[in-house]
């Protein structure tokens, strides 16, 4: 095969199905009759290109897996895994013993979850309509522009501003205080906290999370819309039968993903804050796992801590996909 | 696009009555409804007041730092409208203790960490891109694998200590200098380059390598800027893997310091800026300064990373 045979028999032109994913692959098409060894000689250059960046994911994602079977060792740093004793399951009996610290966590990790689907998730949908509805391109780009600027702030810095802001001695008890009001309490807190991180959570992403809302608004077959208009549809009736089910298929989707980060709530939003309102309301699954590891010594409960959590957010992606393909959508993958 | 005030081509409104629509606003755009007088002033309410929710914190941070100490004590910390500009607090920050030594800290992660995870994330992209090349299948599931699971806290920290990256600025920047997600972005954007390109020129004798540099990336440059910025922004905000992986408070990021000094309100001495005690400004005034300079270079590159995120956004999430 010379090397412009060669060139053409791999840069083919695509089948649509094909460019449509990465699992495309044409099944109709001819394997080179190469054994694989000169096919690697002859695509050295690829998987060259392609090296550096494959070594750190296998390194820090897949290697990294393996560092889990600390939650079978009474881990210490000192010895390392390969010295430190192995002691079966016992990390995990926290898990069933009824530890208060351990069920705690687990607590809040649901209470947080649950605030989140219920008042952050459905936030961006409401304000994604409003934009879609604005009339002038102009206005709406400069709100998109205002409203997607928290997003890009690190957490520390939405948590510093909230503390200026709402803190015994920020801006709004100030101003309380300079006309004779009774100051208001929120930082530090237990009793606001949950209300308080809901809130930054919502300043924070809203806006931001609207941008795929607002693409998917915005390739809602306009004909839909003429055509009930016709039949004498209000806007409310259109917004229900058309733009909601337009919007159906990315909702299931981030509602899938967002169920496989059930178990994970905010954790540098949590840590930057435990210190000021106390563990009681604001330890979570992986404040728990980094407070008992790294601060506290634990590694191995950590592990085994850290390793259920993951195992469950995974089964809980896996299933959800599945449960969505059973009610005919199409979920976030297909295999 | 979807709705417009000028009666354009397109569609055509139903007939009105001329009463009900005085200038030249439309009732129907697009078989849509405009919205009466009451529902626009309630959108113009609701938008407004949360634009203010997000622009007024930031002009209170910026005008207690730049406001004179006295207005700061007679304000009791916090200051909307200065009366006087005093710089007094930036350059305290500035006189190279701690705030302007995690100053660099950053700007040198940012910096490098971009550069290698943008090199990174091209060349993945680009080999992956190379279908039916050997391996490539293989190397593509792993990364689309990749995606659905992270190994979790603890394993990450124990290979990173492995590595002896502990305390190495490293740290912050090579456990996350690839991301996955990135990577899909990239390659379905050389995957969708016109293939007669290429083809003709290997055909005049371009190697791999030449293919790439030479035709792959700056053809691409409009999707590397959103993906570095992307990178570039996620180095700056950085902040539990430095807690994590580094314990000496002389190599820490901007981020650190600001939860140290701002978050837990922990006093800042005129000795960890290095300057005279009796020249120390009000504590929020330091305090807000720092902020300022933590948020100002996510300002500033917010309008070159807007111009593209929806464009580039959007290849990645809805192709992916």
Not at chain 1, 66 to 87: C, E, H, K, T
Not at chain 2, 75 to 94: E, H
Request: a positive charge.
């Amino acid at each position: 095969m010379t090397a412009v045979e060669e060139a053409g028999a791999r840069h083919r032109p695509r089948t649509p199905a094909e460019a449509d994913g990465p699992r495309g692959a044409d099944p109709g098409a001819p394997r080179p009759p190469l054994p694989w060894y000169r096919r690697m000689a002859r695509d050295r250059a690829v998987l060259l290109l392609a090296l550096p960046a494959m070594a750190v994911i296998v390194v820090f994602q897949y290697l990294a897996l393996g560092g889990n079977v600390i939650a079978f060792q009474d881990y210490q740093p000192y010895l390392g895994i390969g010295r430190s004793l192995w002691v079966g399951l016992e990390n995990f009996s926290i898990l069933v013993s009824g530890d208060p610290e351990f069920l705690g966590a687990l607590r809040n990790t649901l209470i947080i979850t649950l605030l989140q689907t219920v008042l952050v998730f459905p936030a961006p949908i409401v304000l994604a309509l409003l934009l879609h509805s604005l009339v002038s391109n102009r206005v709406r780009q400069w709100v998109q522009s205002v409203l997607y600027l928290p997003h890009f702030l690190s957490w520390v810095i939405v948590v510093a501003v909230f503390q200026q802001v709402l803190g015994g001695a920020g801006m709004i008890n100030n101003f309380l205080r300079a006309h004779g009001w009774q100051p208001i309490d929120v930082i530090g807190n237990a009793d606001a906290f949950y209300a308080l991180i809901t809130s930054q959570v919502i300043w924070k992403d809203t806006g931001w999370a609207t941008i795929l809302f607002l693409a998917v608004l915005a390739g809602i077959d306009k004909s839909l819309y003429e055509a009930s208009a016709v039949d004498g549809a209000t806007r409310w009736r259109q917004t229900w039968h058309i733009t909601l089910p337009g919007m159906r298929p990315i909702i299931v989707m981030l509602l899938i993903l967002k169920l496989g980060d059930s178990l994970s709530v905010g954790f540098e939003q949590l840590l930057l804050q435990q210190d000021a309102v106390g563990l009681g309301v604001s330890q979570v699954l992986d404040t728990y796992v980094y407070n008992q590891g790294v601060v506290g010594g634990y590694w191995g409960v950590a592990a085994a801590v850290g390793l259920v959590k993951g195992v469950i957010g995974l089964v809980l992606v896996l299933v959800a996909n599945k449960v969505a393909h059973a009610f005919g959508e199409e979920g976030v993958y297909r295999a | 696009m979807t709705v417009t005030e000028e009666p354009g081509s397109g569609t055509v409104a139903p007939a009105e009555p001329a009463s009900r629509a005085p200038r030249r606003r439309r009732a129907v755009v697009d078989g849509v409804a405009m919205p009466g007088p009451a529902e626009r002033t309630a959108k113009a309410v609701v938008l407004t007041v949360a634009c203010a929710l997000v622009v007024l914190p930031f002009v209170g941070i910026v005008s207690t730092s730049l406001a004179t100490p006295e207005q700061v004590t007679r304000a009791g910390g916090f200051v909307l409208l200065p009366t006087g500009i005093d710089l007094s607090a930036y350059r305290m920050i500035f006189a190279g203790g701690v705030v302007s030594q995690a100053l660099w800290v950053s700007v040198f992660v940012t910096a490098v960490g971009t550069a290698v995870s943008l090199a990174l994330t091209t060349t993945l992209g680009w080999a992956l891109s190379r279908r039916g090349a050997f391996g490539v299948r293989a190397m593509l599931l792993l990364v689309l694998v990749s995606l659905l699971f992270n190994p979790g806290m603890i394993p990450s920290y124990l290979v990173v200590q492995r590595l002896g990256l502990l305390d190495s600025l490293w740290a912050l920047i090579i456990p996350t200098s690839v991301s996955a997600f990135n990577v899909v972005v990239v390659r379905a954007f050389f995957v969708q380059l016109p293939h007669e390109i290429i083809d003709s020129a290997r055909i005049d004798g371009a190697t791999e390598w030449q293919l790439f540099r030479r035709i792959g990336l700056p053809l691409s440059k409009p999707v590397l800027a959103v993906v570095g910025l992307f990178y570039g922004v996620g180095y700056w905000n950085a902040f539990f893997s430095a807690l994590l992986y580094i314990s000496d408070a002389a190599k820490w990021p901007l981020q650190l310091v600001l939860r140290t000094y701002v978050v837990d309100g922990t006093q800042l001495g005129s000795q960890d800026l290095g300057i005279d005690a009796a020249a120390l400004p009000p504590q929020t005034s330091l305090q807000m300064a720092i902020l300022v300079v933590s948020v100002v270079p996510v300002l500033l590159v917010y309008p070159f990373l807007q111009r593209h995120f929806a464009k580039g956004m959007l290849t990645g999430a809805i192709k992916g």
